[in-house]
């Protein structure tokens, strides 16, 4: 009772810790939006009352507050900068910026730039938030209690008390709680969390079993061999964790722009306000407005949402076209990839066997479904499945069984109309010393496909082939990638003779097989040392670490586990490979309508700036169009993303 009622308040408290994130998400989003609409109405009041009613009074009152409202958080951040970090940042700029607005009776213009710098830093923080919950998520896969046996007694005792060299009892449908090695009994155990193998394995007394992975038929006694904090899953979440402080976002070009390009304003206004008056002796009313002009002219708003203006508008597109983009970062580092490494289970196969051959040996092939799919039906094995599936999709009516029995690891055995049939591997076979060609079933094997035997208690009489299903669009994908230069890598979990059947059919040249999780990161990391930009598609929390490692990490989105879509950059939410050629598409016309945001404010700005030393360019013509004018068409030309359509 005790260790139940410790599960559910723990699971109630991880329920509560999992949703916090997104109601504090939630809310400040709320707020955000609140913001802007309470402020642009203000302001749109503000210019009622000045330019409609001419009430200037009442006028300004209102700019000040549509001012105050978005302006309280630009404040603070520029003034915390200036303080804490002795920084002037774009923040600072736009609060001088304001200020010098009102100060000559503009205050439309001070509220105006405000908001529409509060509007792309809402933006940019918008598209940029994700919550990553993955290490609870993997931690979810391993069950926290475990059965010892100890003193010939079961025991119910919480994992993390459970030392190595202990014996533990696993009994069919649980989960394996740690890693260890069998000492007793057979069963296949599917292993897909931890190698991403699309079969389950058949382990017996000396193979090793991992924590998290499921017993799906068979008794087993298992010792252990790693604590809880070494087991493979552990070590996936390690190394998910060092991947994550290892790549740190790109440090956005404005950024770094604003280092020199705040000070620098800041400095030459000031100068021309003070040097023509004290150093010349020209009239200070005429410099002082000029300084201020310069200042207005100056403020990089425009050239602030530039960049995340068009991000945004890159991942608002690429959302309508069924691909989820986790960050700006991500749009631009796409279009820098030259290799493509791919999981094979889930992503460039649909994960789920299907019959490919059925080979009748003085049979019909329709016997041969008919005694296969009436026993297998009684059992929950993925081949059995597939066969089932394939029988009624050929219209073959099964018959009753009976005296059916599971054998563990091997296959299954019943009666049908009183004759004792077996369904199996090989190895049954064998020891039921029953005959069969082995030249055919190697050549099937050869193929990389999955053989079980047909048989009764004197021959074989047919044989089935199942094989992982290769997605629809696997082989145009792969086809398109390398006629773009890029290059493609599969790395698997799969053994060596199904990784290169898989790679053969779908023209990947490159291939490596038999992976774990952290050897999947190698390979990464490799690649990354050779070709520099590395993506990774993958679907499986094996998968997860390589997805962190990667320049970008790239989840196929309905079957990927919470684990891989948390640690992607993006998620393909239809499933569909036929997306990432469009994404590289999508990366380089983004790239290119950024460059054109960023070198048309720089242009205009600095062409402004240069006019208002003459005296031709006057306050209302810089905020008109050398401030709102141009950060509208900046946020015009990032909407020309929309017309970047995938391919149906």
């Not at 050549?443 to 048989?455: A, D, Q």
């Not at 320049?551 to 079957?559: E, H, N, Q």
């Not at 005296?615 to 709102?628: F, N, Q």
Request: with cysteine.
């Amino acid at each position: 009772m005790n260790v139940t009622t410790n599960n559910t308040c723990e699971e109630t408290c991880s329920t509560c810790t999992e949703k916090m994130p997104e109601r504090i998400s939630l809310t400040w989003r709320n707020k955000q939006i609140a913001v802007i609409v309470l402020s642009a109405m203000l302001f749109s009041l503000g210019l009622s009352f000045e330019f409609i009613l001419n009430w200037e009074t009442p006028a300004t009152f209102l700019f000040l507050i549509a001012t105050a409202i978005p302006g309280y958080s630009i404040s603070k951040e520029g003034l915390s900068a200036l303080i804490l970090e002795r920084k002037l940042s774009i923040d600072f700029l736009i609060m001088i910026a304001v200020i010098g607005s009102f100060f000559i009776g503009h205050g439309e213009e001070g509220a105006a730039v405000t908001l529409l710098f509060y509007v792309a830093e809402f933006l940019e923080a918008y598209a940029g938030e994700r919550a990553r919950r993955s290490v609870a998520s993997l931690m979810k896969l391993a069950p926290e209690i475990a059965t010892v046996k100890k003193n010939g007694k079961e025991v119910k005792v919480p994992v993390r008390d459970v030392n190595v060299n202990e014996v533990i009892v696993v009994r069919p449908g649980e989960k394996i709680p740690l890693d260890g090695e069998v000492i007793r009994g057979v069963s296949s155990v599917n292993q897909a969390a931890i190698t991403g193998e699309s079969m389950p394995i058949t382990k017996e007394v000396g193979d090793k079993v991992y924590a998290g992975t499921i017993n799906n038929e068979g008794f087993l006694e298992i010792r252990v061999t790693k604590r809880p904090d070494e087991t493979m899953l552990s070590k996936i979440v390690k190394l998910i964790e060092e991947a994550q402080k290892i790549k740190s976002p790109t440090e956005r070009f404005i950024d770094k722009f604003s280092k020199y390009y705040t000070p620098l304003v800041i400095l030459l206004a000031i100068g021309v306000a003070t040097i023509p008056t004290f150093a010349i002796g020209l009239p200070y009313d005429e410099w002082i407005y000029k300084a201020l002009v310069l200042l207005v002219v100056s403020c990089p708003c425009a050239l602030a949402i530039s960049t995340p203006v068009a991000m945004v508008s890159g991942i608002t597109s690429a959302a309508r076209n069924g691909v989820l983009i986790k960050g700006s970062a991500y749009v631009e580092e796409i279009s820098k990839v030259r290799v493509f490494a791919f999981d094979k289970t889930g992503t460039l196969t649909e994960g789920k066997l299907e019959v490919t051959d059925v080979i009748s040996l003085g049979h019909s092939g329709e016997e041969i479904l008919l005694k296969a799919a009436s026993l297998e039906a009684l059992s929950e094995h993925p081949i059995a499945k597939a066969i089932v599936e394939k029988a009624k999709g050929e219209n073959v009516k099964l018959r009753g069984v009976k005296c059916f029995q599971a054998i563990a690891g091997k296959g299954v055995t019943g009666k049908i109309g009183g004759e004792i049939y077996y369904v199996g591997s090989k190895r049954l076979f064998k020891e039921l010393n029953i005959a069969f060609q082995e030249e055919v079933l190697e050549k099937l094997e050869n193929e990389g496909k999955t053989v079980v035997l047909i048989g009764n208690e004197k021959e074989v009489i047919g044989l089935i082939a199942v094989m992982d299903k290769i997605r629809d669009t696997t082989i145009e994908t792969i086809s398109e990638l390398r006629e773009r230069g890029i290059r493609t890598v599969m790395i698997t979990g799969d053994n060596e003779i199904t990784a290169r059947a898989i790679a053969e059919r779908i023209g990947i040249t490159e291939y490596q097989a038999e992976l774990l999780p952290d050897d999947k990161v190698n390979v990464i990391k490799d690649l990354s040392r050779k070709y520099g930009h590395v993506a990774m598609v993958g679907d499986g929390v094996n998968d997860a670490p390589a997805l962190a490692s990667a320049s970008v990490g790239i989840a196929m989105g309905a079957i990927g586990s919470d684990v891989s879509l948390e640690n992607a950059d993006i998620a393909l939410m239809q499933d569909d490979l036929s997306k990432l050629p469009y994404l590289i598409e999508l990366s380089k016309k983004t790239l290119e309508i950024v460059k054109e945001n960023v070198v048309a404010s720089i242009l205009i700005k600095g062409s402004f700036a240069i006019l208002t030393f003459p005296g031709i360019v006057t306050l209302w013509l810089a905020v008109a169009v050398g401030d709102m004018g141009l950060s509208l068409a900046v946020i015009f030309n990032a909407m020309r993303l929309s017309a970047v359509k995938a391919s149906v």
